[in-house]
Structures are given as C-alpha cells and as structure tokens.
C-alpha cells in the first residue's frame, strides 16, 4: 500500500469518528483544506462518494459506511505491526512530553519516573506540572494527565486509576478547632479551595448511600494543589484532597480525616478518576510503557486509593 494512500485513509477515518473536518484537522495537525484534499484524493482513488457534507455535519455514505469498516480494520493492522516490531528486542526511546497535575509531584511522579528511568535509560521524560488542563495538542505533548472527571472532548482518555476524595486537616487544627463530623459543622471552620481549574461553589457529599449539598465558603483560595495540600499540613485548615494524596500524610500523623463518615464526589455522586489525555491512538512504544508503569503504581498502592 503506498504511503499517501494509508495516510488517506487515515484522515478519512479521522473525520468519519469525529463527524467534523475541523476537529479532525485539530486532532491530525493538519489544515481543515489539507484533509480535505486527502479526502477528494481518496474518494477519486476509490471511485464512490464517501461523505455526505452539509454546512454543519458530516455523514457516511453508504459506501462510506461500507468501506469505514475495512478501512478502520487497515489502520489496526498496521498499529499491531508496528507494536509487534517495537517489541522485537528494540529498546525505547527519545522524548516523552507530558502535562500533570502539581499535586503527582509529591510521591508518585517522582517514584514511577525513577523506576521507569531504570528500565528504559534511553527515555527522556519532560514534565509541565500544572493545575490548568493544558491541551496535548496545543502544547504538542504526547499526553496530559487529568484528576477528576474526564470530559467530553475529541481527546482519547485512558484510565490510569480510581480514587475517592474526602475533608482533611491537621491534627493541630483540630486541637484548637474541634473535629468537624458533618457537613453542617463547616461553617464554623476555616476551608481552603483549590480554584484551578475552576471555582467549586459547592461541596457534594456521600454517606450510607445519601448525597448531601453544602455551599463551599472558603476563607482561603489557592490555584495551587501543592499550596492547598501543604497550607492543610501546616494547620491552616481543611482541605479537600485525594485519597492517594493524603494517605501518606494521615500514616504520618500528619493529616487526620475531617467529616469522617463521608466522602466528596460530583454532583451526580460519582468519584473520581486519573487518567491521561491525548490526540490520536498510535502512540509511541516509550509513552505507552510510561501510561502502563502509572498504571502498575495504582495497582501497587490500591490501598491509598
């Protein structure tokens, strides 16, 4: 198969998933004219009219319909060969450029990035710790990390680990402040807010199967989840935190579980989740290794979670 052939086909299956030129382009980082061009090119090469185009949405042909399924089956085939030869003794390497949140920085990105180093010494790794949800695409990183809730959006996620949040603070707070047991009793107590990447205004908490609503009034705000984790370290208040986070802290005696009896979840009552972000499904050998050696951390910690 020639080479602009397959790329063809790639764009052509881009724009069949998405349903839109734009966001293919986006994802492929081409033009929107470029993918049109390898769309005419490959309609001409096959003889049949493989989208419908209107001024808002993009549709398969019946043809199109026909051949996505052939097509889509190519692309696979050449993504296993390609792992297959990866695999063939060749060592990883080059650049992996990723994004994360500043609180991985404390015991989990450092850990797993050493142990990986050790594995793989012909892998550079660049990080940009960040509380905003930096874009893969626009960075140009091969991949970014998110908490929470992954979002609709034409990125590809993939699950790195499941964890609960609950209210911490430390134990020379609640010396001087009491132990909080209930939402209700927040009032009375000083809360820090992480504000990136957005400003909660409420608190959604579970218990026994019940989901409870309390209105967030923080007397501190930060856009920083290492400021938030140290500010509630250091006894300046309580802190909403991950599982994995604070779980090393409260072994410690550092941190103490605030409102013990419930946990923090979305408004639907879900709880959160870790996972990585990126463009298109063909990553390189070294980032997939690198998603998988997150991932066996999360096995191995499964009780911090």
Not at 118 to 130: A, E, K, N
Not at 230 to 235: C, E, I, P, T, Y
């Amino acid at each position: 198969m020639q080479l602009p052939l397959l790329w063809e086909i790639s764009v052509f299956c881009t724009v069949a998933e998405k349903r839109s030129f734009v966001a293919a382009a986006r994802l492929l980082g081409r033009s929107p004219s470029a993918v049109t061009r390898a769309i005419q090119a490959l309609e001409y090469e096959v003889g049949s009219t493989l989208l419908q185009r209107s001024q808002k949405l993009v549709s398969l042909t019946a043809a199109g319909e026909s051949y996505y399924t052939y097509a889509r089956q190519m692309l696979d085939l050449q993504v296993e060969a390609q792992e297959e030869l990866a695999g063939l003794g060749a060592a990883a390497q080059g650049w992996i450029r990723c994004a994360a949140p500043e609180n991985l920085a404390i015991g989990v990105l450092p850990g797993v990035i050493a142990e990986f180093a050790t594995q793989h010494p012909d892998v550079r790794i660049d990080v940009r710790f960040s509380d905003e949800l930096l874009d893969p695409i626009r960075e140009k990183l091969d991949f970014a990390i998110r908490g929470a809730f992954p979002q609709d959006s034409e990125l590809i996620g993939f699950p790195l680990w499941d964890y609960r949040r609950h209210l911490f603070a430390s134990p020379d707070y609640i010396r001087r402040r009491g132990l909080p047991v209930s939402p209700d009793e927040l009032v009375e107590h000083e809360l820090i807010v992480h504000t990136a990447p957005r400003i909660l205004k409420d608190w959604y908490f579970v218990s026994e199967g019940r989901q409870f609503r309390s209105k967030v009034e923080p007397r501190y705000r930060f856009n920083s989840g290492v400021a938030v984790y140290l500010a509630a370290r250091h006894g300046v208040g309580i802190a909403r935190l991950a599982s994995w986070l604070a779980a090393p802290a409260v072994k410690e005696g550092a941190l103490v579980k605030v409102c013990p009896d419930y946990r923090v979840t979305s408004s639907r009552g879900q709880d959160p989740q870790m996972h990585a972000v990126y463009a298109t499904s063909g990553q390189p050998r070294r980032v997939r290794l690198f998603l998988e050696s997150l991932r066996a951390w999360a096995s191995k910690a499964d009780s911090l979670l």
